[in-house]
């Protein structure tokens, strides 16, 4: 089952019709949760105090829209609807437990052009273990790629699965994008490296992740995108022409992999299409 959080946003109205479109390539379900958030309702107030019914009936138009929606973009995807109160974020990740995909809109709160991502899909992508895709608002045309972040690291084998997945099913290219950067030396600034051997090296890394799951999607086409630039920088570069980013979470501190690693919080904040975060 796929599950998209809806508010009645532009953004999630775009949220509404990725998910439909992934139910059915997928052939799975669509479930429409809606959260009525009653936090700022319920201070000062009893434990189990009654709701306004006005509440309640704009959930409920606000599902009734995005389901239309979703028939009508996908007639033949089976959608149910659901209406809940509480913390949409927590609503959220808990719905999300035994989901394929959580997808949600990203709401248009940044100060700055690009910083779209508001603080619900950001501390879902990083708190729900199944892969999280945030959608913009923007409708963008069809480019027929993928992309997807690959490095020597372990927590990027679910994201490139997911890629892999998410081009077969569109029928997409799939671009691998390495990026790396020469290490700077404080105490030997001079220190020389051979270029074409560091390329080949990082060339490897992109073809050892590869090989194994391409043979398990054979009618895939790869790009093989190795860069010399910052993670950040050739993904938001790459995006420009993507369908999807895919990016792993290599989120570390006091929650471990609970938390968004910066090259995940920044591609989300400044990619324009939209953007699935996988965990390990």
């Known amino acids: 089952m796929i599950i998209v959080g809806v508010d009645g946003s532009v953004a999630s109205r775009a949220a509404v019709e990725w998910a439909a479109g992934d139910a059915a390539l997928r052939h799975v379900p669509l479930r429409i949760v809606h959260v009525v958030d009653t936090s700022w309702y319920q201070v000062g107030k009893p434990p189990g105090a009654a709701l306004p019914d006005t509440l309640l009936r704009g959930g409920r138009q606000v599902l009734t829209e995005a389901e239309a929606l979703a028939r009508e973009r996908q007639p033949a995807v089976e959608a149910t609807t659901e209406l809940v109160t509480g913390s949409p974020a927590d609503v959220l990740r808990e719905r999300a437990g035994d989901a394929a995909e ?60 997911f890629a892999y997945e998410e081009a077969e099913l569109r029928g997409a290219t799939l671009r691998a994008v390495h990026a790396w950067q020469l290490p700077v030396h404080a105490y030997a600034p001079d220190l020389d490296f051979d270029m074409d051997e560091v390329r080949a090296a990082r060339l490897q890394v992109v073809r050892d992740r590869l090989k194994t799951l391409g043979r398990d999607h054979p009618g895939v086409s790869v790009v093989e995108d190795v860069r010399s630039a910052h993670p950040v920088d050739a993904l938001i570069a790459a995006a420009e022409r993507a369908d999807l980013v895919v990016v792993g979470s290599h989120g570390r501190g006091a929650l471990g992999s609970a938390l968004l690693g910066s090259v995940s919080r920044n591609v989300l904040q400044h990619a324009r299409c939209p953007v699935a975060v996988v965990r390990a």
């Open 102 to 161: 959580l997808v949600t809109g990203s709401r248009g709160l940044g100060g700055f052009a690009g910083a779209l991502v508001g603080s619900v899909s950001m501390h879902l992508a990083g708190h729900v273990h199944c892969p999280v895709v945030v959608v913009h608002a923007a409708h963008l045309p069809a480019q027929g790629e993928v992309v997807v972040g690959v490095d020597d690291s372990p927590e990027c084998e679910p994201a490139l699965a």
